[in-house]
């Protein structure tokens, strides 16, 4: 019977992968949980020697200075009794028993706590096994699709594949190899539960890792990823051994590596390019495959201001800027893409509005000298009366008088307005020479002497027909020809 126990020991531990002590421990409790159900055996303890397979039922308490629970526990007198030497905390043995006190019953419950113990035991085994493998790839078989979620068949424990880590270019059928990321392990009543992912950057890395041998060894590292699963990536690699490239040997023999982690993902689309400490450098590179002009950093900020050729604008955003998102995702940096003919535009314009704002800020000054320097004008002088009435008569211009023809007689003026009517229409004579010897004549006063002038100019003659008579105008003011 001891052989027989051995055995099945030995072949639990084979197919459930638990160790041989842990399932000598389980059988232990459950055969003491079986004793202990009957009232007055709870101080039962029970081993069994792993080679030979024999089993020991005996009592045994607990010493302890203060006796709370007399069914478990001794003072230290009374354990000294049966074991010199005892201490406080000493599990004493007080009485053998027979084998033969365990009955049908006992047995039927220690077979439920066995199995029982034996299922806890293997989740746990199952747990730490892949608890320990979290951030690693495994392989998996599809055993079934769900809507929201695929089980793929690990071995001893399923994994799940949900929706939303599953890659828009794959499709899966039932009983297809797949390869997973280990994202958790988590303990449930059923077992351990392995969530996995195909999206996670960390399953890129993870191929890379599989298909390169120098990334593997660790001559080339992996410094950043920047994935969108389903559509591009951008990975980032750098060189622990001078002289090695490490995008060649990432990229390997005319893209045999990348090749085959490209199919893995099922076409995605991957851009290796080399790291540099220089943040410049490394964000010109990361826009890659467009040409960058100039990169101008902004540290407090945390901005790169990339300048690139005008037909090089839309590769370097990408589709729904995407390239510029990987950039900025792999680089942690903000990146503002702007092509050199705005760059430069702008710079005009700024240019422009300094020296305008130059200009204006030179006339303002000259403005303020200038009205600082000017004297303040001279109040206007008031004019006499008779030098207003000089003016006035000097202004208004005489009318030059009107053809008339042979025979027609003028038009008679009114009476008031006969004196203005000759002063306006007649223009003035000259003055006539006066013969030598001759007085000249005394000038009257300034008022009197300008109105005579401008009211008695005699008019020019008119031209006359042969044998027509000159019109005689009425009135006052008549001027003999």
């Known amino acids: 019977m001891s052989r027989d126990f051995v055995g099945a020991l030995l072949q639990l531990n084979a197919e459930k992968g638990v160790s041989r002590e842990q399932l000598i421990r389980t059988v232990e409790e459950a055969i003491q949980s079986a004793y202990r159900r009957v009232a007055g055996d709870e101080d039962i303890q029970v081993r069994i020697d792993a080679e030979s397979g024999k089993v020991r039922v005996f009592r045994a308490r607990l ?44 047995a039927q419950t220690a077979k439920q706590v066995v199995l029982q113990r034996l299922h806890e035991a293997e989740r746990n085994v199952v747990f730490d096994q892949y608890a320990s493998r979290e951030g690693e790839l495994i392989t998996g078989t599809v055993s079934r699709v769900e809507p929201r979620a695929m089980v793929l068949d690990v071995g001893k424990a399923e994994a799940i594949l949900a929706t939303t880590e599953q890659s828009p270019l794959e499709h899966y059928r039932i009983g297809q190899n797949v390869k997973a990321y280990v994202l958790e392990v988590r ?44 559509s591009r990536s951008k990975v980032a690699v750098a060189s622990r051994q001078p002289g090695l490239d490490p995008v060649g040997a990432t990229v390997g023999q005319r893209g045999a590596r990348v090749q085959a982690v490209v199919a893995e993902l099922g076409g995605e689309k991957i851009d290796v390019i080399e790291w540099s400490e220089d943040a410049s450098t490394f964000v010109a590179k990361a826009l890659s495959p467009a040409q960058v002009i100039e990169v101008r950093i902004d540290e407090e900020h945390r901005i790169a201001n990339v300048v690139v050729p005008e037909r090089m604008l839309s590769l370097a955003i990408g589709r729904e800027g995407q390239n510029a998102r990987l950039a900025a995702k792999l680089t ?45 004008p001279a109040p206007a002088a008031e004019p006499e009366p008779g030098a207003a009435q000089t003016a006035v008569a000097t202004q208004e211009a005489p009318a030059k008088p009107k053809r008339r023809k042979a025979g027609a007689a ?68 008549e001027v003999s020809r």
Request: glycine letters at 8%; proline letters at 7%.
């Open 63 to 106: 010493v302890a200075e203060e006796i709370d629970d007399p069914a478990t526990q001794i003072t230290v007198a009374d354990a000294q009794a049966y074991q010199p030497g005892a201490a406080i905390g000493d599990l004493v043995e007080t009485e053998q028993l027979d084998q033969e006190a365990f009955g049908r019953i006992h």
């Open 187 to 230: 303990r449930s009543a059923r077992g351990p539960q392995i969530y996995v992912s195909r999206t996670h950057k960390g399953f890129l890395r993870r191929l890379f890792e599989l298909e390169v041998p120098e990334i593997h060894a660790g001559t080339v590292e992996i410094k950043a990823i920047a994935r969108e699963a389903g």
């Open 332 to 376: 942690g940096w903000r990146i503002d893409i702007r092509s050199d003919v705005s760059v430069a535009e702008a710079a005009k314009a700024e240019a422009e509005g300094r020296l305008a704002e130059a200009a204006e800020a030179a006339h303002s000054v000259v403005a303020v000298s200038a009205g600082a320097e000017a004297p303040e």
């Open 410 to 477: 003028a038009a008679e003026p009114e009476p008031g307005a006969a004196q203005t009517a000759v002063a306006t229409q007649e223009a003035p004579a000259k003055p006539k020479r006066r013969k030598a010897g001759s007085a000249p004549a005394e000038p009257e006063p300034v008022a009197a002497q300008t109105a005579v002038a401008t009211q008695e100019a005699p008019a020019k003659p008119k031209r006359r027909k042969a044998g027509s008579a000159a019109a005689e105008p009425a009135g006052d003011g």
